[in-house]
């Protein structure tokens, strides 16, 4: 049995930059049309030539794969309309970050005060960009998302001709605020359709499952499944595949991401399977939503997923992923 | 200016075996005139023999040190009231864990049915034996605590006799359950008024703070600290100081337990000074409660705190303490 998927899009996306990006670009790009590509690099991906050039190093590390690096500009309250104007066929969206909320965020946006951000928010709204948020307060963990969605919904209250997408969302708050707003948008990482903050800290503690949004409750798993499965047209697939070096992993002060790009789509098509998920919620959840979100037409790509037996590496060069060393029913071959 | 501690005693402290024992001894040895000692060794301590080879085990890694090590039983519903008499003068309390909820309690209780475990329960009402437990059900980790206070009420209720020490109790929901029932105390630990799950892994992941009971909620820490600060007759100090070598904890599969035996009492004396409670509430949170709940008379020690600069070290032969490299403003000299 095979499984063919057409132009798989990750709509969420960490490739770094230097020898982290040559270790991982490869690796999306063999198995994804196309990426969303996060620019909280240190400095920030906030200018043009910042873009073309970050876009010129993808391309050159993922050597004759088709796969389109759909970039994104990080987000500063201070960008003009002109600046914008200019910048608009570089890019896919934008990025919000509150400041310091997760990793290389720290030049992003405290406090979310309407007048202070309307004029580069009206812009991207009279220009098609599409905005995506980090939704998290700097309030206690498991409570940051939720307490988030306020101002998300103030957002999308102000800047109704904005799409907004809540990135990686981990909450039943974020999946019922994506009904109130026909503006909000949402996508979902693989590893919190799978995980609870059990599998991070209810046994011994794992420090390769640790990311921020941190894992949440069982009713929250629950809400997201129930969406990603019926592939509500407002959510996709995004990773949020975030690697680092394994010491920087297994330490005090461990770096928050998990890396999951090279069996994203192997562990979705098991997990759409196992709960009785009909395979074409499969394809929109993984390029047809997103495509319809975001207008865009990704390169022609199939990607075939074979039922046999996959082993998931111990690492890929030193970045430890999700669930390594255990065994996948489904396959894409060659095996990487 | 200096604080003198009369006889402080860690009532409930993890020494374990071999070369950890012969590292950690003499560090809560040093410190206090004793402690109530874990039976959670592998195998667990469970018979009159292993209870006098352990003690013996444990004087000598102390050396000359004033120290009183007041041991436990590890709980078996299979404990007949014979058996137990024939222990009475050996142990000071059991221990009871349920199945697999923390290191080494493989061997712990599944269920607590009333009928299964009357006759050891009530041989120990009978004989004075208080029940010391550690308070968890298999549900989701930020409420297998709470879901376990019904099971402290209804073990309260059935044996109105028996003295119940819910241990290193983490939620309000247990505070609360201290003024229902007379008979039901508790441990608190230093880390537990310190740090909440923010602490853990609301920045970076902080594997040396991982523990279980894991840390909770901002209002739970809130209602623990009230009861401690304000010497609640019916709450002990417990440190819960669980030593486990440095490659244990920065790994994945982090085991659970933070290490405080060295550094308790300084970061104790800073914490209630800090807020403002009188010193003869720590006399009372460190000592004399449990003096008052176990009816025992430790050996005469005075601990003398001096208001001088300590630096926490590293570790201490590859045990990393909570807190490592932090400034203390109290110290307790010779410094170790």
Request: with cysteine; glycine share 6%; aromatic share 8%.
């Amino acid at each position: 049995m095979s499984i063919s998927l057409y132009a798989p899009l990750d709509m969420h996306l960490h490739l770094r930059d230097g020898e982290m990006l040559r270790r991982v670009a490869p690796l999306s790009a063999r198995h994804f049309a196309g990426a969303l590509i996060m620019p909280n690099l240190i400095p920030p991906v906030s200018t043009k030539e910042d873009i073309v050039n970050y876009r010129t190093r993808i391309i050159q590390s993922i050597g004759d794969e088709t796969f389109m690096p759909y970039m994104t500009l990080f987000f500063k309250p201070t960008y003009t309309k002109e600046f914008l104007q200019s910048v608009r066929d570089e890019i896919t969206a934008i990025k919000l970050y509150p400041a310091g909320i997760t990793t290389n965020s720290e030049g992003g946006v405290s406090g979310f005060d309407i007048d202070t951000l309307r004029p580069p928010l009206q812009a991207m709204s009279d220009l098609g960009i599409p905005l995506c948020i980090h939704g998290e307060t700097g309030g206690f963990v498991m409570d940051r998302e939720a307490e988030f969605v306020p101002i998300y919904e103030k957002l999308a209250a102000h800047f109704p001709k904005l799409k907004i997408i809540m990135e990686h969302i981990t909450t039943k708050e974020s999946v019922a605020a994506l009904d109130r707003f026909d503006n909000l948008y949402a996508t979902i990482t693989l590893h919190h359709l799978i995980i609870t903050l059990d599998d991070v800290a209810g046994g011994m503690l794992q420090p390769h499952l640790f990311c921020k949004p941190i894992a949440k409750r069982p009713e929250d798993r629950a809400a997201l499944l129930k969406v990603a499965l019926a592939a509500h047209p407002k959510v996709m697939f995004g990773s949020d595949s975030a690697p680092h070096p394994k010491e920087s992993k297994e330490c005090p002060g461990c770096a928050a991401g998990v890396f999951t790009a090279p069996i994203a789509l192997q562990m979705l098509a098991e997990l759409f399977i196992q709960n009785n998920a009909p395979l074409e919620h499969l394809q929109h959840f993984i390029s047809a939503n997103a495509q319809q979100i975001y207008g865009i037409t990704p390169p022609d790509k199939e990607v075939v997923l074979l039922q046999k037996e996959f082993t998931i590496p111990q690492n890929y060069e030193g970045v430890v992923p999700m669930s390594a060393g255990e065994k996948l029913s489904w396959s894409i071959n060659p095996a990487i």
